[in-house]
């Protein structure tokens, strides 16, 4: 039971770049969450999905897209880096809408020159 | 204003030493609270809930007051291992379950 994993852990983009960033969990969990961490600012939501097919917008949407195709995974999407989004990314799964309890992956850490 | 505000410190405390941190919240419709710890690079993880009648966990004690939307953690007898960033985290259930987070709190133990 690995929990959380994200791939890859770190990556270097240059500008205008697309990278796609995985997220899977083995918990049968029905919610999943993308998140991005800055200094000075905690984490922020960026999308988050309710069930496999669903996907909706968090805080801070613009520049990234996401797709819930299987249960176990959560994709993020960045079409054309920008600098902007040089941050650490951390995904997060919870069994459902009544548990509260959410499990974060170990973060991807992604830098766009 | 953000949602979620913290007092970023650093605090400084050496080793048995007392801690308070507070946080306040924006939203009245936030519905749960929590404290999460989160390691140097590495990811959050949940520290304990946060209830209205207060709860104990050890060493830590988190308080809720829904009148004034404010949130407190005391951690006692502070050992090495403490030292950490403690973000406060706040559930909007409504909203897919979603989590607020604070900026987070660092808290350094010395010897």
């Known amino acids: 039971n690995a929990g959380v994993t994200q791939t890859p852990k770190f990556r270097v983009l240059k500008t205008g770049q697309s990278m796609t960033l995985l997220c899977a969990q083995d918990?049968?969990?029905?919610?999943m969450y993308w998140y991005r961490q800055d200094p000075g600012m905690g984490l922020r939501l960026i999308h988050y999905?309710?069930?496999?097919?669903?996907?909706a917008k968090g805080e801070v949407p613009d520049g990234y897209n996401v797709s819930r195709l299987k249960k176990q995974n959560f994709l993020l999407g960045l079409e054309s880096a920008a600098p902007s989004q040089t941050s650490v990314y951390f995904c997060?799964?919870?069994?459902?809408?009544?548990?509260?309890?959410?499990?974060f992956g170990p973060g991807t850490r992604l830098l766009v020159l | 204003r953000k949602e979620v505000e913290q007092d970023p410190g650093p605090f400084n405390v050496p080793e048995g030493a007392t801690v308070a941190f507070n946080c306040t919240y924006s939203?009245?419709?936030?519905?749960?609270f929590f404290w999460y710890r989160q390691d140097c690079r590495k990811e959050p993880k949940l520290l304990m809930s946060v209830y209205s009648s207060g709860n104990e966990d050890g060493r830590f004690t988190a308080q809720l007051n829904r009148a004034s939307q404010y949130i407190s953690l005391l951690i006692r007898d502070s050992k090495l291992s403490d030292s950490a960033t403690y973000l406060c985290?706040?559930?909007?259930?409504?909203?897919?379950?979603?989590?607020?987070f604070g900026a987070g709190t660092i808290l350094r133990v010395k010897s």
């Open positions: 939203n009245s419709a936030s519905q749960s």
């Open positions: 918990m049968n969990h029905e919610y």
């Open positions: 985290v706040v559930n909007m259930r409504e909203y897919g379950n979603k989590l607020v």
């Open positions: 997060a799964s919870v069994r459902d809408g009544v548990e509260e309890t959410q499990y």
């Open positions: 999905s309710v069930g496999e097919g669903t996907t």
